[in-house]
C-alpha cells in the first residue's frame, strides 16, 4: 500500500478482554516495528520483525502481549486479559529491511481499557 | 544502551517567533543514526530529517535547521519564524546498527511545541 496502515483506528474495550490490533505495512518493507505511546510518554519499543520472525521482543511488557507476522506482510498485535494501564496509543512502523534506517509510521491504534 | 533525553516537556512561542527543541543521546557505538520526527494531533509521526554519526555538518531546510555536536551529543532543532501549523509533538530518535543489520529507533519522551497566533 502507499502507507502503513493501522486498523481499528480507535478501540473501547473493557478490562479482561483480549484484542487484536492489526498492521498491515508499505509494501515490500520487510521490517514491521510496533511502538507504544501512553499519554505524555515517549515511544516505547514493544517489538521487532524481520520478515516473518521477530528476533527483538524484548519490548513487550507482560505474556499476555504477543505478535505475530504472515507471509511477511500483516501483523497482528495481540493483548491479552486487558488491563487499564494498556490504555495507549499503539503505533506500527515499517522499513525496507536490514541497512535501512528510515521507519515509516501508520497513524496508530487508540487502544481504550475501560 | 542508547538513550534519547529531551528535557524540554513543552515549549510555547508566539508565532514568528524562533525555536529551538533540544536533544540529548547517549550511544556507545560510533556509528548511528539520529532523526526527528513530527507528529501532528492528527496522530501519525512525520519524518523530518536523518543524520549519521560521521556526518556533522548541519542542515538548512526552509524554516527548519538542525544542529549536530558530537562533542556534546546533542542534535538540536531549530524553527525559525515558527507558524501555527509547526505546533505538534516533536521526536528526536536514535538508531544503532544491531544483529542482522536491523536498526531499531529509541524515541525521546518528546517536546510539545505549541504556536499561537
Known amino acids: 500500500g502507499a502507507g502503513v496502515s493501522q486498523s481499528p483506528s480507535n478501540k473501547v474495550t473493557e478490562k479482561g478482554k483480549d484484542v487484536e490490533l492489526r498492521c498491515d505495512p508499505i509494501s515490500g518493507h520487510t521490517a514491521l516495528y510496533w511502538y507504544r505511546q501512553s499519554l505524555g510518554q515517549g515511544l516505547e519499543f514493544l517489538i521487532y520483525f524481520q520478515g516473518n520472525s521477530a528476533p527483538d521482543k524484548s519490548g513487550l511488557p507482560s505474556d499476555r502481549f504477543s505478535a505475530e507476522r504472515t507471509g511477511g506482510s500483516v501483523s497482528t498485535l495481540t493483548i491479552q486479559r486487558t488491563q487499564q494501564e494498556d490504555s495507549a496509543v499503539y503505533l506500527c512502523?515499517?522499513?525496507?529491511?536490514?541497512?535501512?534506517?528510515?521507519?515509516?509510521f501508520g497513524q496508530g491504534t487508540r487502544l481504550t481499557v475501560v | 544502551a542508547q538513550k534519547v533525553t529531551q528535557a524540554q516537556t513543552e515549549i510555547s512561542v508566539v508565532e514568528k517567533e524562533d525555536v529551538t527543541l533540544d536533544c540529548v543521546y547517549e550511544t556507545r557505538d560510533t556509528t548511528y543514526y539520529l532523526f526527528w520526527y513530527k507528529q501532528p494531533p492528527s496522530g501519525e509521526l512525520v519524518f523530518l530529517i536523518r543524520?549519521?554519526?560521521?556526518?556533522?555538518q548541519n542542515e538548512i531546510s526552509g524554516r527548519y535547521s538542525w544542529n549536530f555536536q558530537k562533542s556534546t551529543s546533542s542534535f538540536n532543532f531549530t524553527i525559525t519564524a515558527s507558524q501555527v501549523v509547526d505546533s505538534a509533538v516533536y521526536f528526536c530518535?536514535?538508531?544503532?546498527?544491531?544483529?542482522?543489520?536491523?536498526?531499531?529507533?529509541?524515541f525521546g519522551r518528546g517536546t510539545s511545541l505549541i504556536v499561537h497566533p
Open positions: 512502523a515499517s522499513s525496507k529491511g536490514p541497512g535501512s534506517t528510515e521507519a515509516f
Open positions: 543524520r549519521n554519526s560521521f556526518d556533522e
Open positions: 530518535a536514535l538508531s544503532e546498527a544491531r544483529l542482522g543489520g536491523s536498526y531499531i529507533p529509541t
